[in-house]
Structure formats: C-alpha cells, structure tokens
C-alpha cells in the first residue's frame, strides 16, 4: 500500500479555480490507479474522478466533467485535481486514493481502492 496526503483545499468563490495535490510514498505508485471522492457533510462519499495507472485511462463523474481534469506523474509520485468553474455544491471533503483498478467499469468504486488520504476541504462560496 502507499501513503497519500492530500494539499491545496481552502476557500475559493463560485467561478474560481483550485488545484488538489495528492502525494505518494511507501508504494509503488507508477502501478496503481489513483481517483479522486469527496464527502460533504450529510452525504455519502461519491466518485469524483480517476486515472489508470499509466494515466492513459481518465473517467469522472458527470457532475465534473467539462470542469475538473485528472492528471497523474508518475516521476513526481503526485496526483493532481484541476478544478474549474467550482460550485457551492462542489464543498466537501476530497479524498485521493490508490489501488490496483484496471478496469474502467470499476474506477468509481471506492472498495476497489485500499489506499486512502486524510482528506482536504474545499469550501466554495461568495
């Protein structure tokens, strides 16, 4: 299994951007896919986006697509999140997490993934 920690969650107003950091150790990261979940408050954790391992393979959930972009270097051991033209209903809780997903069918679903991060919030309001 790898460590994940996430960065770069914080306070953006509707329209605005932000780019979520997911750093790797203890794994070999270059192996495993990576997603993105967040969890906002009173609702259960949902499917945000995810890369194959190469990073040849993205998906992500219709709420983002358009917006938010998925991004993986392997020689940096680092997952990114870019976020664009962010919503109040994007506030939550982002997690990244790791683990060996090879088909797409089952990038969405978090039991597939055995590595988790600690979180980040992202807040976006006016």
């Known amino acids: 299994q790898v460590q994940l920690v996430e960065s770069g969650g914080g306070l953006v107003q509707p329209g605005g951007s932000l780019r979520l950091s997911c750093t790797a150790s203890?794994?070999?990261?270059?192996?495993?896919?990576m997603g993105w979940f967040r969890q906002a408050p009173g609702k259960e954790r949902e499917f945000v986006a995810a890369?194959?391992?190469?990073?040849?393979?993205?998906n992500s959930a219709d709420s983002v697509k358009g917006r938010f972009t998925i991004s993986k270097d392997n020689a940096k051991n680092t997952l990114y999140l870019q976020m664009n033209s962010l919503k109040p209903e994007d506030t939550a809780v982002y997690y990244c997490?790791?683990?060996?997903?090879?088909?797409?069918?089952?990038?969405?679903?978090?039991?597939?993934?055995?590595?988790w991060g600690q979180g980040t919030q992202v807040t976006v309001s006016a």
């Open positions: 997490a790791a683990g060996p997903v090879y088909s797409l069918g089952r990038y969405s679903q978090p039991e597939m993934y055995d590595s």
């Open positions: 203890g794994g070999s990261f270059s192996s495993v896919a």
């Open positions: 890369i194959s391992y190469n990073g040849g393979v993205t």
